[in-house]
């Protein structure tokens, strides 16, 4: 950044720096000398700068270029002339940086005895986005200008330059493909200079696209990268609207609401991107140019591929269903040493985000003082963390990679079933290991999938506890399944691989945790359970979602299945531990009452009917299942 200081380096406070200084010191000082004007008008005038259409007078048959200079006559000392040799300086260091910036051809600022005004030479533009009205509906276009400007915006603000004034008037077209440029950093700010007072700082961009937080003035104290990020955020709606842009944050608003106007539901990614640009709170935006633009990167890469958006998509890290089309692809490519290495990233990529995301959730860092103390919005965290903890189960399963399975299970129990809670990273993400576990189980039932079928609900049945009785904020066994059922129903990424289990959420929960009382019930002692079948004796087991009324339909549905498909019964058997049908209908048979009672006794302890459940055992789905002969056939 040295050599950027050196070019801007006079002080503004004062006259400007005597002797001329010019792209090419070759040329006559003169505009006029060189540059011949193209037309009694200029082009332009806005403010205090006129643009002229010039040809250059050495080049005659060449291109034309634009000329700027100063459209009256200002001393040295007035703050027009100032800003203007301000402008010419910055555009000038930052000339050739990036090609979204407009470069400078040549420039010239008099000396003291001069007769002439400051001026620059710039390639002439096709016309600028605020005339470009055949981009309105037009998303990825709109999105690939977002992406070139903030590019430009980010090598900007590395070089101290913010710019302050973005808007559609500012982003100009050049060539017959109409890229895009930044041009006019006539009110820039400059971070190393600490003179914006007075007159200059109360000079700010347009009304309709500059951050409310400059609007009582740019003090030095409010302005930063953030106030380009909001005027590129109404820069963006504006063209892609065909129209002026929002008042302030109303871009929600059903007036404002491209997706509905376009009818195109692609246009929530635009939405999306705004939600972190467009805000009354600075520290609410994108922290960087460079985090806006890797999401509009992100955003272009999703509308491309067809991906629908979902709520949060562009808050921070990547979603859940965005990880998933990335390690998709990733191990698509991938084979050999390399598939197994791209398995493991996809894995602790996994953890990394959910660490990340409750550490920095974590109020005031104080991680062990709410060790058992979950509040009501880590609900939503945990969903979240879940969401992103299933990601590699669900490319595992879908892919029939086993190693990466086996891989997500491993660490998933470590999450799960830690030692000993001690600080509240643990106890979420032992919540979320939780709930992605019966998301990956219910999506293996769906796919016969029986290994890692066998594999959680075993380690359910065995280790109860963390699976049944999670806090989530709220805490007891009924509000942890209801809170399990709500994830298998609002998760995107379940929703999108298997829409059977997000739409009927209590089935998929039931199927889960009733092989797992099965698992528990056949694995218990046959002394014990000849106890258990006692009416005097009290049955005090975990608090399975199977064994509530909500959850209650796996007891028709798994015979069902089990019955109407030979590979499903032997697939069960195998998940339940029996080496076949009819040992495993032997053991069920052999479990049925003291089933029917532990039931019955919950359908007491809720106050609920349990009429139904004097026909348990007597007919339908489960005695056929675990009748000898009604199996044999």
């Given at each position: 950044?040295?050599?950027?200081?050196?070019v801007?380096?006079?002080?503004?406070?004062?006259?400007?720096?005597?002797?001329?200084?010019?792209?090419?010191?070759?040329?006559?000082?003169?505009?006029?000398?060189?540059?011949?004007?193209?037309?009694?008008?200029?082009?332009?005038?806005?403010?205090?700068?006129?643009?002229?259409?010039?040809?250059?007078?050495?080049?005659?048959?060449?291109?034309?270029?634009?000329?700027?200079?100063?459209r009256?006559?200002?001393?040295?000392?007035?703050?027009?002339?100032?800003?203007?040799?301000?402008?010419?300086?910055?555009?000038?260091?930052?000339?050739?940086?990036?090609?979204g910036?407009?470069?400078?051809?040549?420039?010239?600022?008099?000396?003291?005895?001069?007769?002439?005004?400051?001026?620059?030479?710039?390639?002439?533009?096709?016309?600028?986005?605020?005339?470009?009205?055949?981009?309105?509906?037009?998303?990825?276009?709109?999105?690939?200008?977002?992406?070139?400007?903030?590019?430009?915006?980010?090598?900007?603000?590395?070089?101290?330059?913010?710019?302050?004034?973005?808007?559609?008037?500012?982003?100009?077209?050049?060539?017959?493909?109409?890229?895009?440029?930044?041009?006019?950093?006539?009110?820039?700010?400059?971070?190393?200079?600490?003179?914006?007072?007075?007159?200059?700082?109360?000079?700010?961009?347009?009304?309709?696209?500059?951050?409310?937080?400059?609007?009582?003035?740019?003090?030095?104290?409010?302005?930063?990268?953030?106030?380009?990020?909001?005027?590129?955020?109404?820069?963006?709606?504006?063209?892609?609207?065909g129209?002026?842009?929002?008042?302030?944050?109303?871009?929600?608003?059903e007036?404002?609401?491209?997706?509905?106007?376009?009818?195109?539901?692609?246009?929530?990614h635009?939405?999306?991107?705004?939600?972190?640009?467009?805000t009354?709170?600075?520290?609410?935006?994108?922290?960087?140019?460079?985090?806006?633009?890797?999401?509009m990167?992100?955003?272009?890469?999703?509308?491309?591929?067809?991906?629908?958006?979902h709520?949060?998509?562009?808050?921070?890290?990547?979603?859940?269903m965005?990880?998933?089309?990335?390690?998709?692809?990733?191990?698509?490519?991938?084979?050999?040493?390399?598939?197994?290495?791209?398995?493991?990233?996809?894995?602790?990529?996994?953890?990394?985000?959910?660490?990340?995301?409750?550490?920095?959730?974590?109020?005031?860092?104080?991680?062990?003082?709410?060790?058992?103390?979950?509040?009501p919005?880590?609900?939503?965290?945990?969903?979240?963390?879940?969401?992103?903890?299933?990601?590699?189960?669900?490319?595992?399963?879908?892919?029939?990679?086993?190693?990466?399975?086996?891989?997500?299970?491993?660490?998933?129990?470590?999450?799960?079933?830690?030692?000993?809670?001690?600080?509240?990273?643990?106890?979420?993400?032992a919540?979320?290991?939780?709930?992605?576990?019966?998301?990956?189980?219910?999506?293996?039932?769906?796919?016969?999938?029986?290994?890692?079928?066998?594999?959680?609900?075993?380690?359910?049945?065995?280790?109860?506890?963390?699976?049944?009785?999670?806090?989530?904020?709220?805490?007891?066994?009924?509000?942890?399944?209801?809170?399990?059922?709500?994830?298998?129903?609002?998760?995107?990424?379940?929703?999108?691989?298997?829409?059977?289990?997000?739409?009927?959420?209590?089935?998929?929960?039931?199927?889960?945790?009733?092989?797992?009382?099965?698992?528990?019930?056949?694995?218990?002692?046959?002394?014990?359970?000849?106890?258990?079948?006692?009416?005097?004796?009290?049955?005090?087991?975990?608090?399975?979602?199977?064994?509530?009324?909500?959850?209650?339909?796996?007891?028709?549905?798994?015979?069902?299945?089990?019955?109407?498909?030979?590979?499903?019964?032997?697939?069960?058997?195998?998940?339940?531990?029996?080496?076949?049908?009819?040992?495993?209908h032997v053991?069920?048979?052999?479990?049925?009452?003291?089933?029917?009672?532990?039931?019955?006794?919950?359908?007491?302890?809720?106050?609920?009917?349990?009429?139904?459940?004097?026909?348990?055992?007597?007919?339908?789905?489960?005695?056929?299942?675990?009748?000898?002969?009604?199996?044999?056939?």
């Amino acid at each position: 950044m040295a050599e950027f200081d050196e070019v801007i380096a006079p002080d503004l406070g004062t006259a400007p720096v005597s002797g001329p200084q010019n792209a090419d010191r070759a040329v006559p000082v003169s505009a006029r000398e060189r540059w011949e004007a193209m037309g009694e008008r200029p082009l332009a005038q806005r403010g205090q700068g006129a643009v002229w259409r010039v040809r250059d007078r050495e080049d005659p048959r060449g291109e034309h270029h634009a000329l700027k200079e100063m459209r009256y006559r200002k001393g040295p000392a007035s703050l027009a002339y100032r800003r203007f040799v301000r402008e010419i300086n910055v555009m000038t260091a930052l000339s050739g940086t990036h090609p979204g910036i407009v470069p400078v051809k040549a420039h010239g600022i008099p000396a003291d005895a001069d007769e002439w005004e400051p001026f620059y030479v710039m390639p002439l533009a096709e016309a600028s986005l605020e005339r470009a009205r055949d981009l309105a509906g037009s998303l990825e276009p709109v999105l690939k200008i977002g992406i070139r400007i903030a590019e430009a915006l980010e090598v900007a603000h590395d070089n101290g330059v913010i710019h302050r004034d973005v808007k559609p008037g500012n982003v100009l077209l050049f060539g017959d493909d109409r890229q895009p440029a930044l041009a006019d950093f006539g009110i820039c700010h400059l971070e190393d200079d600490d003179r914006l007072t007075g007159t200059d700082a109360q000079t700010v961009g347009s009304r309709d696209y500059v951050a409310p937080e400059l609007l009582g003035g740019g003090l030095r104290e409010t302005v930063s990268v953030r106030v380009d990020i909001y005027s590129l955020g109404k820069t963006l709606y504006a063209v892609a609207a065909g129209r002026d842009p929002f008042p302030r944050e109303a871009h929600r608003e059903e007036e404002w609401d491209l997706a509905n106007r376009f009818r195109d539901p692609r246009f929530e990614h635009l939405h999306g991107l705004l939600d972190r640009m467009v805000t009354l709170d600075p520290n609410s935006r994108f922290a960087t140019m460079r985090e806006c633009r890797e999401a509009m990167e992100r955003a272009l890469e999703n509308v491309q591929n067809g991906r629908p958006y979902h709520a949060g998509m562009y808050g921070g890290d990547r979603v859940a269903m965005e990880r998933y089309y990335a390690g998709l692809n990733v191990l698509q490519r991938s084979s050999g040493r390399e598939k197994g290495d791209a398995q493991v990233a996809v894995v602790d990529e996994s953890e990394r985000i959910v660490v990340d995301t409750i550490v920095r959730t974590t109020p005031g860092g104080k991680d062990a003082d709410y060790a058992r103390g979950l509040q009501p919005g880590d609900r939503e965290l945990a969903l979240t963390c879940a969401n992103h903890l299933l990601v590699p189960a669900v490319l595992g399963i879908t892919l029939g990679l086993d190693e990466l399975v086996e891989e997500w299970w491993g660490g998933l129990k470590h999450l799960a079933l830690p030692e000993e809670f001690q600080t509240r990273r643990e106890v979420l993400l032992a919540e979320a290991a939780a709930a992605a576990a019966y998301g990956a189980a219910a999506i293996a039932w769906r796919r016969r999938r029986w290994e890692i079928l066998r594999e959680i609900v075993s380690v359910i049945a065995h280790h109860k506890h963390p699976f049944i009785y999670m806090d989530v904020g709220e805490g007891h066994s009924r509000k942890s399944a209801a809170w399990v059922s709500a994830f298998l129903a609002q998760s995107e990424l379940i929703r999108h691989v298997e829409p059977d289990v997000s739409a009927d959420p209590d089935g998929a929960l039931g199927i889960v945790s009733g092989l797992a009382v099965l698992v528990d019930l056949i694995e218990t002692p046959e002394k014990v359970l000849e106890t258990l079948t006692d009416p005097n004796t009290r049955i005090d087991g975990a608090d399975y979602a199977a064994l509530y009324p909500d959850f209650r339909e796996w007891i028709d549905a798994l015979p069902r299945a089990a019955l109407k498909s030979p590979a499903v019964g032997r697939g069960v058997a195998q998940v339940l531990g029996a080496s076949s049908a009819p040992e495993l209908h032997v053991a069920l048979k052999r479990i049925t009452p003291v089933l029917r009672r532990w039931m019955a006794q919950f359908a007491s302890r809720l106050n609920r009917d349990s009429f139904w459940l004097s026909e348990f055992g007597k007919s339908g789905p489960w005695i056929q299942w675990t009748d000898s002969e009604t199996y044999a056939r």
